[in-house]
């Protein structure tokens, strides 16, 4: 592959090639503009897509986040991606099988060391590089699906950006030189893969590797957490995970609550 021009679009004929001795990555469905990835794969999936369908693109100007949020799109700057699931294990893993697959990619095609914050946007210097959305629902034959979004700020600025700047950044500017997005693309979806394909062989010992490397890699443990969900605020010291992937946070009147979602700060 060759060193990217950051304005681009993915080279999908070397991601093709590269995918092609991978279980997930098939079909390879590259779209230059898409709304969302997941709501497009989900329609696939709807309709019987198979597992391991990936939906990629260069430009999404509907993306969207955890929480009813929506994801910026910086066009030609990130890798932006949906793979279609029938995992035959808990939906939970999901959440670290994708954050540690972005690490994986992050550490090895940037080499950059980078962290996750709890459950799973994935950090960079403190910042904010990449967040996973995951949705699981049931296809027109009644068989259940999940599709895991996964989007990362690789190339472009954010630097200029009043409402981000200090919540998030991209590869380049942690780095300070262009990444090139193929080579992400094929680390995230090579580690997912062998992750994934550990937990569909069933057994106790993947789902225990899969939960304690994820719980080596947040950062969030041992800090001072406020956590906001809709009705709600969870605040305390972050005190460790349960294998169900639950924040377990002591308040100050000294009882843990374990807590399963929510917008971390
Ligand atoms: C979050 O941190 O809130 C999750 C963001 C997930 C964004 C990705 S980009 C690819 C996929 N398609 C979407 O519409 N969202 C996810």
Known sequence: MEAEDARAP????????ALEPMRLGHPLIYLPVVGSTNTHAAGLARQGAPDGTLVITDEQPEGRGRIGRTWRSLPRGQVLLSLVLRPRFAPHLLVMVGALAVIDAVEAAAGTRAAIKWPNDVLVGGRKVSGILIETATDERGEPFAIVGIGLNVNGTLRADAELADLAT?????????????????RLVTAFDALYGRLQAGGELGSREVWERWRARLSTLGTRVRIAQRERVVEGIAEGVDVDGSLLVRGADGLVTPVTWGDVS
């Open 170 to 186: 991209t590869l380049a500017d942690a780095l300070g030189h262009p990444v090139e997005r193929e080579a992400v693309v094929v």
């Open 10 to 17: 993915l080279d999908v004929e070397a991601l093709r090639v």
